[in-house]
């Protein structure tokens, strides 16, 4: 459990499906994913059962974002595709509950999981995409330290025009001078 001010990230478990369906097929949520199918319960069972499994095999790690104090499931974040020979893996958040958007939750969420992966597991890269419309998220991932990379033109054909992906990444040593001044 790795724990801030704001939230908890924790292990997801079965029961964590009941909570993660009620917005996972919200389009206002989902607009943001790649995910363009609705979800089942099963569907999100699965997955956390697929999380533990890769998780047990240090394949991916994700976890559980839940609040302080309420103790409620409002999103989930983690690190995929880990590559353990040259230190690197892509970073992924949703905050589902459209409540906690921009309260911060996010942020706390992705400094957290940026501790964990710098200083716990000793990842030497970070990295994420995101899509060009997604101001909310870019200005989160701006202020917690990535840098834009680059940018995969028109890949995602949303709301009847082509959007970007931006891609964005932190180094270990720009996260130590972010976060280890002395």
Do not use: S
């Not at 710098?118 to 998220?137: M, P, Q, S």
């Not at 990444?169 to 976060?179: F, S, T, V």
Request: proline letters at 2%; a positive charge.
């Amino acid at each position: 459990m790795l724990v801030g001010k704001k939230c908890i990230l924790r292990a997801l478990e079965p029961k964590d499906a009941d909570e993660l369906i009620k917005y996972v097929n919200d389009w206002e949520v989902r607009q943001y994913l790649q995910v363009f199918i609705p979800l089942t319960k099963t569907d999100e069972i699965n997955f956390i059962e697929n999380v533990r499994t890769q998780m047990i095999a240090l394949k991916e790690f994700v976890f559980g974002i839940e609040v302080i104090p309420e103790k409620k499931l409002v999103g989930t974040t983690g690190l995929h595709k880990v590559d353990w020979k040259n230190k690197n893996a892509e970073f992924g958040i949703a905050i589902w509950n459209k409540n906690y958007w921009g309260k911060g939750i996010g942020t706390e969420a992705t400094q957290l999981l940026l501790k964990y992966a710098f200083e716990e597991l000793g990842f030497h890269r970070i990295y994420l995409r995101v899509f060009d419309f997604n101001l909310r998220a870019i200005k989160c991932y701006e202020k917690v330290g990535f840098k834009q990379e680059g940018i995969l033109r028109e890949t995602l054909w949303r709301d009847g025009k082509w959007h970007n992906t931006i891609i964005m990444g932190i180094l270990e040593h720009e996260y130590r001078e972010l976060y280890m001044k002395k």
